[in-house]
């Protein structure tokens, strides 16, 4: 359990990790550090999580070198790491080697940490993006590994890292694969995910852009729903060792979800243009949740209209677009 316990979040100011970092507070940790570079993270999005927690720490460091972090992990006494933080799939399409070599670099730095013992437990962020596109529906933990892109890549190589000290030296991890999460917070600058560029385009009047036919499909999950997977996980000693999906299992087409956004925006009619699709989009996305049902003992909710209508309201509150 996190009560009591000293907890690090790495990635922690971005999407996911300040909505991990919110439920961690809940549980009353003794310590609670956030480690962000600030690539795409943002302090704002720790507001909420100083206003209930003001000792939260947070240091801005590269989570990949080895050394800052064997020194920050020991002088904060850290016993659990959720290791969230990433370089994202976009950027890996003009960055690829650094993509590559940064989130396999995160990966293992955690890892060594967790060898020299400086770790109890680490909770590990893998992605769907790791199986490519469906070759089965639902896709379960032993979906085939058919990274499409060099981000994808990087997050099958860093699980094989993890998975690779659990086997040889003992390490108490678990890896855990999230598929498309929405929600308040998700980056809307250059590399944004799919939800606020749409409600960008349709503020500034301009069509909303389609890549390829739309039917491509995603199992979206929201992210305070992720946040409270991985502390559950994290709660369940029978995770150990695991891979373990954390998805809704309901797929959802492109066109679809624009239709319901759309919809919740009042502009059900706002024109719509189809481009090339991009290189690499996967096809079909859905998550079997049953391994995590069967740990845990209950599945993340699907995609609800709700949920979209907190998230639309969230960007146009806060003009964080
Ligand atoms: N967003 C999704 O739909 C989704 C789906 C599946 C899995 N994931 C995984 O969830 C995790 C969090 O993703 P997110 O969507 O919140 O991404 P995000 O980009 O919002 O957050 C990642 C954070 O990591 C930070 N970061 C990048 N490089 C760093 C470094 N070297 N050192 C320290 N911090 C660094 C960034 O500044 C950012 O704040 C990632 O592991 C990602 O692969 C995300």
Redesign the pocket.
Known sequence: MIKGKNVLV??????????LVDRIIRDDPANLVV????????ED?LADARRAYPDLKLF??????LAAMHQLVASQKIEVAF???????PTSLSYPAWTIE??V??ATTLCELARWGNLQTLV??????AYGSATIVPMDENHPLLPSTP?AAS?VS?DHVVLSYILTFGIDAVVV??????GP???PGT?A?IIPIIINRVRKGEPVMIHGDGEQTRDF?Y?PH?ANALVRVYDAPATRGKVIN?ATGYETSINALIAMLLDVLGVPDHPVVHTPPRPGDVRRHCGDVRLFRELIGFEPPALSRAELAETVDWYLRSGNL
């Open positions: 790495t990635g922690g100011a971005g999407f996911i990790g300040s909505h480690v962000d570079n600030f690539f795409l993270g943002n999005n801005r460091l590269d989570a990949s070198d290791d969230l933080a990433v370089i994202p799939l940064t989130n670099g995160i590990h962020c893998s992605s769907s993006e981000y997050k860093a694969r999230p598929f498309n999460n929405f917070r998700q980056n590399y995910g999950i992210a992720t954390v």
